[in-house]
């Protein structure tokens, strides 16, 4: 089972990447034969122990690339060879060569073995792309409505409350550089929550301080990596359509908390809430573009970067308010803060 473990690490970034010439030498061991050649569409990619000759391994190769079957064939001095193919999402992409009287059932199964690895470590950098490209248009759209808001309260504020005006203006630095950043796509609770709180001193100001805060997060999750730029848009969906709709005095919380292997990070606010069925078709990307702010993106990036069962769940309902829960694992192989 170690073994079967250590073959997945070493196949992770596929055929191509740095581990591919350990998973040869593990599969060597693993099927007890003479030699293995891991080979794509274009030929060998990585080979460990007795090598076949160019001409004998394009031959064997050209049969399993043209019938999509196992090929059988000897090297010149008599010793067996055996070809699987590679089926990784049903289509070929190369073959398992295995070199030294193999025995063909076990050379099939680690053939399929090696594709469902391959169509794993496929599935990953398809869900890196997708959350890459999901938090580069992101970046690209922060609100330009919060933008103006903010530096007209800042301008207002400049003759009445000069001080508070140039601590204001740090803080919308400071939120407009954490917003650009290019240190990776991941950051820390502790990134994103303090991001967050200069936000919301900047909304603060905004509403003339009818808007009341609660920030509360336990220590033990403080540390863990989750994707760029998670909570903020959602505080900010909180704030434009929650409470900015809402008369007199509104309250918002953000708090967050450990539950066994996961981190959980809760977004509650007291406003006017939605209908379920708009909740719904704003996670679905389907709902009126003027709103949720960023939802539908943090909801797919989590998905894309977790998997399906992760994503935002909304509990809302009209007229009494609306709560966001990010449930994520707190370790996961790949996702590191800079």
Do not use: W
């Not at 070199?99 to 398809?126: F, I, M, S, T, Y």
């Not at 996961?262 to 809430?273: A, K, R």
């Not at 308010?321 to 192989?333: A, D, E, L």
């Amino acid at each position: 089972m170690r073994q079967l473990h250590a073959l997945g690490l070493d196949l992770q970034d596929g055929l191509h990447g740095r581990g591919a010439p350990a998973a040869a030498r593990r599969l060597r061991r693993l099927l007890a034969v003479d030699g293995v050649v891991l080979a794509d569409l274009d030929g060998p990619v990585a080979a460990h122990g007795r090598r076949v000759g160019p001409a004998d391994l394009d031959g064997l190769l050209a049969q399993v690339f043209e019938y999509g079957g196992g090929a059988r064939g000897r090297l010149p001095d008599g010793a067996a060879v055996y070809a699987a193919p590679l089926m990784v999402a049903d289509e070929l992409s190369g073959a398992l060569v295995a070199v030294g009287d193999p025995v063909e059932a076990d050379v099939e199964a680690a053939a399929a073995l090696v594709a469902e690895h391959l169509d794993h470590a496929a599935l990953r950098r398809a869900r890196a792309r997708i959350a890459a490209a999901d938090l580069r248009s992101l970046r690209a759209q922060i609100s330009p409505h919060f933008v103006h808001n903010a530096l007209a309260v800042i301008a207002a504020l400049v003759r009445t409350d000069p001080d508070r005006a140039r601590h204001l203006l740090s803080d919308f630095a400071d939120y407009l550089r954490y917003g650009f950043s290019d240190k990776g796509d991941y950051a820390t609770v502790a990134d994103e929550l303090e991001a967050t709180q200069t936000y919301l001193e900047l909304q603060r100001a905004r509403f003339h301080d009818r808007l009341d805060i609660t920030v509360r997060m336990a220590p033990e999750v403080l540390p863990v990596a989750v994707p760029f730029l998670v909570v903020q848009p959602v505080v900010e969906n909180a704030v434009r359509h929650g409470l900015e709709r809402k008369e007199g005095r509104g309250h918002i919380s953000v708090s967050g908390y450990g539950e066994g292997p996961l981190c959980v990070i809760e977004i509650e606010d007291d406003g006017v809430g939605m209908h379920p069925d708009l909740a719904r078709s704003l996670l679905a990307g389907t709902g009126p573009p003027s709103r949720g702010v960023g939802l539908a993106n943090v909801d797919q990036r989590l998905r894309a970067v977790y998997g399906p069962e992760y994503g935002l769940v909304i509990e809302t309902a009209l007229g009494e308010g609306t709560k966001v829960t990010v449930r994520v694992p707190r370790f996961t192989r790949g996702v590191v803060a800079p």
